[in-house]
């Protein structure tokens, strides 16, 4: 079974407006990790975060982790239509030797 | 090339027949995944080798379906007897142990 919900399943803002989607998982992880995904095809890291931090940025980008709640969110500021996508968070479990497993995703439309 | 390639990028095949999908993965690269994807769906884990280890074939929809990697390098998916409902984006990845994944462009199967 999927590890990774995303919620929510679809959002649609305006550009220069903030998106955020949320990620919820079950069992402990080592990492967890945002992709995106345009058209259907292409998936693209965007970031990644280890069970010890609480916070990372890259450029417009930020994510959270609070492993007590078995959370992450994905936070982008200043959305541009160019961001439009899915977006997938992904969990990897601590013992080596797992595979990453994906949510159902969370598609973005940003209109200008 | 630096990435992850497939191919075909596109296969049609008539229902009953075997396919086989090519990925080569990036260099290095200890780790190699297969995942699906339907359409507007998230992906869902296929099967996945890391290094010399057994692969981990927990992903795999049915005994239909089996993957090789030969000489811990390019891996091959086969599908025998293909059925409508595995009409699908097969996606490829690779990966340093716990770090983020690289994917491939996928190939597009449509079964008639």
């Known amino acids: 079974s999927q590890q990774g919900e995303e919620d929510p399943q679809a959002l649609s803002i305006q550009e220069g407006e903030n998106a955020t989607m949320n990620c919820s998982y079950k069992t402990s992880i080592n990492n967890l990790q945002w992709y995106r995904q345009n058209s259907g095809r292409g998936l693209v890291h965007l970031i990644l975060?280890?069970?010890?931090?609480r916070e990372k940025h890259s450029g417009r980008l930020r994510v959270t982790l609070d492993t007590s709640k078995k959370s992450s969110s994905l936070l982008i500021t200043a959305s541009r239509a160019a961001d439009t996508a899915s977006y997938f968070c992904a969990t990897r479990g601590p013992q080596a030797g797992t595979a990453l497993i994906f949510g159902k995703g969370t598609t973005l439309s940003v209109s200008s | 090339g630096a990435g992850v390639s497939q191919s075909p990028s596109n296969k049609v095949t008539e229902k009953g027949k075997d396919v086989e999908l090519r990925c080569d993965p990036i260099?290095?690269?200890?780790?190699l995944y297969w995942y699906r994807q339907s359409l507007g769906q998230g992906l869902e884990f296929l099967i996945y080798?890391?290094?010399?280890?057994?692969?981990?074939k927990s992903g795999l929809p049915s005994d239909r379906f089996s993957a090789e990697r030969t000489g811990g390098s390019v891996s091959t998916l086969t599908i025998q007897r293909t059925q409508q409902e595995d009409s699908a984006v097969y996606l490829c990845a690779s990966s340093s142990e716990y770090n983020e994944q690289f994917f491939g462009p996928g190939t597009r199967l449509t079964v008639l």
């Open positions: 080798f890391q290094g010399n280890s057994a692969p981990d």
């Open positions: 975060i280890r069970s010890n931090e």
């Open positions: 260099s290095g690269h200890t780790a």
